[in-house]
């Protein structure tokens, strides 16, 4: 390559043979000694030879590393195409479900105001006048009735007309429905809103909302082997977060005996505490591996998604194997960590013997996003 020099007045002739990666600097780039020197001294670690990173592009370049790159393109691209489907999808269902809150508030006012004109002026009066008149349309004797009728009321056949006490009792529940539909309606559309710009926000700088994955404590203090894995272990919590959080994995003992066949895991997490809920939210297939490593026993299982959980709203969390193994197990479990509180799930006979008591099991962890 041509060896370029540097246009500074003061460092004329001196080769421009290093850059720099900083990425908050502003004279990122291809630069002299000197230049180090003068405006680079607060980050020089990121400051290389041209030389060398050109060597280990070189060295990147080869047919095994174009491949994974070009595999990991496609899979960004995969992902940005689901971001952009999804989120047209949930904008139609949006507009929709809008556009039906509309008719429907629009339909509720206009019956209240129906029933609000019997207090309102001389329209009682009316009614009445009206309907003592001789000659009437079909139309106009159905209008008239129409607007008194909440002061009807009938019972066995006997109708009667309602009294003071009990028109008052009537106002007062038009006020209250009205009340109610306006505390309901402003308070999810506000909450919507917020959630919204919330989204815009995150939207406008992506790469500055830090993801940390936390790991909850181990709700076991005893760690034992030959814990036979067989069937469904299972374990309900619930967060002590006063906010939603991220669940995004769970701890899995270590095999200690493994089977000749593929050991694989289904792993479903249910809304409630039943394992019998048909409110499946997550499921998935995991292939188990000998080189996982474990870390005092335990291992991480994380989810291909992040699930929503609700502060204090109970979730069940299922492991089923394939077939029967051994493994380390947990013992003299804790009812509740810093992050969660636990009991047991309910189930029928199709589910383990082995389904996970509070003292003694599997799933010591809980990987989660704040």
């Known amino acids: 390559m041509q060896t370029l020099f540097c246009e500074e007045k003061e460092h004329l002739d001196n080769p421009l043979n290093l850059f720099c990666l900083e990425v908050d600097c502003q004279q990122k780039g291809l630069i002299c000694s000197f230049c180090l020197l003068k405006s680079h001294q607060d980050h020089v670690k990121n400051v290389f030879p041209l030389k060398t990173i050109i060597q280990s592009l070189n060295k990147a370049n080869n047919p095994k590393n174009q491949q994974e790159l070009h595999n990991k393109g496609n899979e960004i691209f995969g992902k940005h195409h689901k971001i952009k489907q999804t989120f047209r999808q949930n904008l139609i269902e949006i507009k929709e479900i809008l556009n039906k809150l509309e008719r429907e508030i629009e339909k509720q006012i206009k019956l209240l105001d129906l029933e609000a004109d019997l207090f309102v002026g001389d329209a009682f009066e009316k009614s009445i006048s009206m309907l003592n008149m001789e000659k009437l349309t079909k139309v106009q004797i159905e209008q008239a009735i129409e607007k008194?009728?909440?002061?009807?009321?009938?019972?066995?056949?006997?109708?009667?007309?309602?009294?003071?006490?009990?028109?008052?009792?009537?106002?007062?529940?038009?006020?209250?429905?009205?009340?109610?539909?306006?505390?309901?309606?402003?308070?999810?559309?506000?909450?919507?809103?917020?959630?919204?710009?919330?989204?815009?926000?995150?939207?406008?700088?992506?790469?500055?909302?830090?993801?940390?994955?936390?790991?909850?404590?181990?709700?076991?203090?005893?760690?034992?082997?030959?814990?036979?894995?067989?069937?469904?272990?299972?374990?309900?919590?619930?967060?002590?977060?006063?906010?939603?959080?991220?669940?995004?994995?769970?701890?899995?003992?270590?095999?200690?005996?493994?089977?000749?066949?593929?050991?694989?895991?289904?792993?479903?997490?249910?809304?409630?505490?039943?394992?019998?809920?048909?409110?499946?939210?997550?499921?998935?297939?995991?292939?188990?591996?000998?080189?996982?490593?474990?870390?005092?026993?335990?291992?991480?299982?994380?989810?291909?998604?992040?699930?929503?959980?609700?502060?204090?709203?109970?979730?069940?969390?299922?492991?089923?194997?394939?077939?029967?193994?051994?493994?380390?197990?947990?013992?003299?479990?804790?009812?509740?960590?810093?992050?969660?509180?636990?009991?047991?799930?309910?189930?029928?006979?199709?589910?383990?013997?082995?389904?996970?008591?509070?003292?003694q099991g599997v799933v010591p962890q809980f990987f989660y996003e704040e």
Not at 207 to 217: E, N, R, T
Not at 258 to 277: A, H, I, K, Y
Request: charged content about 25%; glycine content about 4%; aromatic content about 12%.
């Open 148 to 359: 008194i009728e909440p002061l009807l009321k009938t019972c066995d056949g006997q109708l009667w007309i309602l009294r003071d006490t009990e028109v008052n009792q009537q106002a007062q529940k038009l006020i209250k429905t009205a009340e109610v539909i306006e505390r309901e309606s402003k308070y999810w559309l506000e909450k919507c809103l917020n959630d919204l710009k919330k989204l815009f926000e995150t939207c406008q700088n992506p790469i500055k909302k830090q993801v940390k994955i936390l790991s909850s404590q181990n709700r076991y203090q005893l760690t034992y082997e030959q814990w036979n894995l067989k069937e469904t272990d299972a374990i309900c919590l619930r967060s002590k977060r006063k906010h939603d959080i991220w669940l995004s994995g769970v701890g899995l003992y270590e095999i200690t005996t493994w089977p000749d066949q593929e050991l694989t895991f289904q792993v479903q997490v249910f809304e409630g505490s039943n394992l019998n809920s048909k409110k499946i939210i997550y499921q998935d297939m995991f292939v188990i591996k000998k080189d996982m490593e474990f870390v005092n026993h335990i291992g991480k299982l994380y989810f291909t998604k992040a699930i929503k959980i609700e502060y204090d709203k109970p979730y069940t969390i299922a492991l089923t194997p394939n077939q029967s193994c051994l493994s380390y197990y947990g013992a003299n479990g804790k009812f509740e960590t810093d992050e969660f509180q636990f009991e047991e799930p309910t189930f029928n006979q199709e589910f383990s013997d082995n389904s996970t008591t509070i003292n």
